[in-house]
Every structure is written in C-alpha cells, then in structure tokens.
C-alpha cells in the first residue's frame, strides 16, 4: 500500500528564511504528487501538483516542488518565506485507480 | 476547481446520537470522497461515494457506522452514527478534479460529550 512521510512535524523559520519541507512516498508505479496547504482556521488548499513531464513544478504564492523519482522525494520549497505562509503542509500521493494518501503535516510557523 | 460547501460547520452532540453532515457542490462531480481528521493529525479517508452505486469504505471504517448517501452528482451527506467521544473530528468532502486532484470543502467540525 503506499505511504506517506513528512519528515518534519513543526518547522520555525524568520521570514525571508528559505524553507524546504520533505515528502517522501513508497509506491513503485507512477503516481501523481500533491503539496496542500491549510492555514489558520481555513479549508484545505491545492498548491502544487505533479502528473509528468519537468520534475520541477511551481505552484501558487511563490511555492515549487522537485520531483525526484530515484529517491521517491516531492520535497516543498520557497526561497523566502513570509508571515502569511504560517500553516499547516501536506504532502499527498494518488497513484492510478487508488486513492489519495496524505502524510501526516508539517507545521511551518513564521515569525515576522 | 469546484466549490464546495458544508453542513453544519461544526456541531456539539450528545453521544447515542447521530449527525447527518451534507455536501454540496456548485457543478456535477463523479468521484466525492469522505474524509476525517482528527485533532493534530492527517487525513484518513473513511469512503468514496460515486454516484450510482454503492459507498466503498477503508478498512475500519464499515456503513453501519458511517452510511453516506450519494443521490446526484452534486450532493452527498455522512451520518455518524451513535456517537462516541471517539468520534469527535473534522469531517471533510472532497471532490475529484480532472487530473486525479481533489478539492477540499471547509470541513465540519463534531465535538461529542
């Protein structure tokens, strides 16, 4: 079955600090990778996502994801955070004809 | 992407009771899913709901205890059914975009005493 791990559960960084969060993911087939992100008190959110073709993927308010296929990494990156990106991160996988599995969050708090 | 919309928003509940929790969304959808997140944790899928046929529920998760209805491409409720502590989460919908994605509604939040 596949899975999901984020290997940080709470990140603190002052804003303008670059920030990369992993996702690494077990599943040998080809699967599809998403980054969602829910803020304080908010729904979740689509922020990136990966099906084929440039392993780097941008997404919106500055974010961008490598896909690393030898290393089953999807890792998050920003090169300079702000106070506004303070929320909670989930890495995702859907492989083909099987659901979506999340990985357990990251929560990434910036102090201004 | 679809918006979508939830009923209640949160709710206290006695337990023995239940909660019916309705989905809407604002176009036609095949695939809606289930979700809940417990307090500090990740999001565990309870079942996917098409329409047209029956729920298919994740293992721990059985109909009895969670029955989901799924009469149109734009609706879908969750029940909990007699309530316990245990229970008590955020209940999420979702629907399936295009490309395998899925678009999140607000959630419900159930608190039971």
């Known amino acids: 079955a596949q899975s999901v791990s984020q290997h940080n559960h709470h990140v603190i960084l002052s804003e303008a600090a670059s920030l990369e969060l992993g996702c690494n993911y077990s599943?040998?087939?080809?699967?599809?990778l998403f980054w969602y992100v829910q803020y304080p008190g908010q729904h979740l959110q689509l922020l990136l996502k990966?099906?084929?073709?440039?392993?780097l993927v941008k997404g919106i308010k500055g974010f961008e994801a490598e896909f690393i296929k030898s290393k089953f990494s999807f890792n998050l990156r920003k090169p300079s955070v702000q106070w506004s990106d303070t929320a909670e991160y989930f890495c995702?996988?859907?492989?083909?004809?099987?659901?979506?599995?999340f990985g357990a969050g990251t929560r990434l708090t910036v102090k201004p | 992407s679809a918006v979508i919309s939830q009923k209640p928003s949160r709710d206290i509940c006695q337990r023995g009771t239940s909660l019916t929790i309705q989905c809407q969304v604002d176009?036609?959808?095949?695939?809606m899913f289930w979700y809940r997140q417990q307090p500090g944790q990740s999001l565990t899928l309870i079942a996917t709901?098409?329409?047209?046929?029956?729920?298919?529920?994740e293992s721990g998760f059985v109909i009895d205890k969670f029955p989901i209805s799924r009469p149109n491409l734009t609706f879908s409720t969750l029940t909990v059914s007699n309530m316990s502590p245990e229970d008590s989460s955020i209940y999420l919908c979702?629907?399936?975009?295009?490309?395998?994605?899925?678009?999140f509604g607000p959630g419900t939040r159930l608190t039971v005493t």
């Open positions: 979702s629907v399936g975009g295009t490309s395998y994605e899925q678009y």
């Open positions: 599943y040998g087939g080809t699967v599809n």
């Open positions: 990966y099906f084929s073709g440039d392993p």
């Open positions: 995702a996988v859907n492989a083909p004809l099987n659901d979506m599995r």
């Open positions: 176009s036609q959808v095949t695939m």
């Open positions: 709901a098409n329409q047209g046929s029956e729920a298919t529920y």
